[in-house]
């Protein structure tokens, strides 16, 4: 894996959890 690649998949997973983050306070 090169380094940008392991670096996308932290930026997705960051945006995926602020995401939820999101929903879960439009629910709440």
Not at 13 to 26: A, H, V, W
């Amino acid at each position: 894996m090169r380094i940008g690649e392991l670096l996308a998949i932290k930026r997705e997973n960051i945006n995926y959890e602020d995401k939820t983050l999101d929903i879960d306070g439009k629910v709440n």
